[in-house]
């Protein structure tokens, strides 16, 4: 059973950086992911990691955030810096249930999703 905990977010001001933690109470290696979404707007990938280490970034992120994993901890994390007003958003960690195939930042790939947290830029 797969139960994502996100923690990590908060209000910074612009410039500032940020690091958003997802626990994997039910781990299992899958091809995880962040998303986010701020009001009024879709959801977008922000960044993709498989369990080779491969990573994947939206355009606007890439850069300036860093998605990794721990397998040893079951977590995942996405190190965000050099913040701006327009990376206000929920941030949600996600999980797509395979282990193997080509990083994705579509939603719709992902089977398992956690509660979000909120990061919000001054």
């Known amino acids: 059973h797969v139960q994502l905990v996100e923690s990590g977010g908060g209000s910074v001001q612009a410039g500032q950086s940020v690091t958003l933690s997802c626990v994997n109470e039910?781990?299992?290696?899958?091809?995880m992911g962040w998303f986010r979404q701020a009001p009024g707007q879709a959801r977008e990938g922000v960044a993709a990691?498989?369990?080779?280490?491969?990573?994947s970034y939206e355009d606007s992120v890439k850069d300036r955030f860093t998605i990794s994993a721990d397998n040893a901890k079951n977590s995942l994390y996405l190190q965000m810096s050099s913040l701006k007003p327009e990376d206000t958003a929920m941030y949600y960690c996600?999980?797509?249930?395979?282990?193997?195939?080509?990083?994705?930042?579509?939603?719709?790939?992902?089977?398992?999703w956690g509660q979000g947290t909120q990061v919000t830029v001054s």
């Open positions: 990691v498989g369990n080779d280490g491969s990573t």
């Open positions: 039910g781990w299992s290696k899958y091809c």
């Open positions: 996600a999980a797509t249930g395979r282990s193997t195939g080509p990083l994705s930042l579509r939603d719709y790939e992902y089977l398992y």
